[in-house]
């Protein structure tokens, strides 16, 4: 049972537009959001989160927005880098409800064309 | 300093073998993670230690054996692997303070191919 979803599973972009990478959810106890960047071969790295309270985190050229009613978050990259290119995991959890654990959606593998 | 170490980097064994995947931070974490990850999937949650117990297994063959011998390391032990364990095994590791949002920080990951 897939509880985040990442229906884009690639996006490519012109280098110094904007990026829009989304993310679905279904459980509607999660309360804390991530992002995470993932290089080949590499691990994944943190990027940026949100929790529930909020409907909106920035940190420099990256924002997410949240959208609680309709479950769903988005990461904002403005302007886009060809270094941006990479696939992009986003994650959802409750410490209370689910623990430690995370549950992470499919992936969208970003292309950044310079 | 959000450094996760995982040790050896590239990992080739035979389905006989047996191996150890090593994980270490010194970030004063209490919760370490054990993650599998194929190509082009989500890694996939398999261990989970908090306060070096064992709080989450996720119906993990037993041919993967897990260790947390102090705060700060976390083993996986290999042993009778199948070419289909081949994968890129993940550490991961969070502060683990009951009741509050946590973000994980992975390691660079082990390569391990099962031949």
């Known amino acids: 049972d897939q509880q985040v979803k990442q229906n884009s599973p690639s996006l490519s972009v012109q280098e110094g537009r904007i990026s829009i990478l989304n993310c679905d959810y279904t459980?509607?106890?999660?309360?804390?959001f991530l992002w995470y960047k993932k290089y080949p071969a590499e691990g994944p790295t943190f990027l940026i989160s949100?929790?529930?309270?909020?409907d909106k985190n920035e940190d420099g050229r990256f924002t997410v927005f949240l959208n609680k009613s309709a479950k769903h978050l988005s990461l904002h990259i403005v302007p886009s880098q060809p270094g941006d290119s990479a696939v992009y995991f986003c994650a959802a959890t409750n410490p209370i409800f689910t623990g430690n654990q995370f549950y992470f959606g499919t992936g969208t593998s970003l292309t950044v064309i310079p | 300093d959000t450094e996760v170490t995982q040790t050896p980097k590239h990992l080739v064994m035979g389905m006989t073998n047996k191996k150890s995947l090593k994980c270490e931070q010194h970030?004063?974490?209490?919760?370490m993670y054990w993650y599998k990850q194929k190509a082009k999937k989500p890694p996939e949650l398999m261990f989970v230690y908090s306060y070096e117990k064992l709080s989450i297994n996720e119906s993990v063959p037993s041919r993967f054996s897990p260790e947390c011998p102090n705060s700060s390391l976390l083993n996986l032990h290999l042993h009778a692997l199948q070419p289909e364990d081949s994968a890129l095994y993940l550490c991961?590791?969070?502060?683990?303070?009951?009741?509050?949002?946590?973000?994980?920080?992975f390691g660079p990951g082990t390569r391990l191919t099962v031949l």
């Open positions: 459980n509607s106890m999660f309360d804390y």
């Open positions: 949100i929790s529930s309270i909020k």
């Open positions: 991961a590791s969070s502060q683990a303070v009951r009741e509050v949002t946590d973000t994980q920080y």
């Open positions: 970030m004063g974490h209490r919760a």
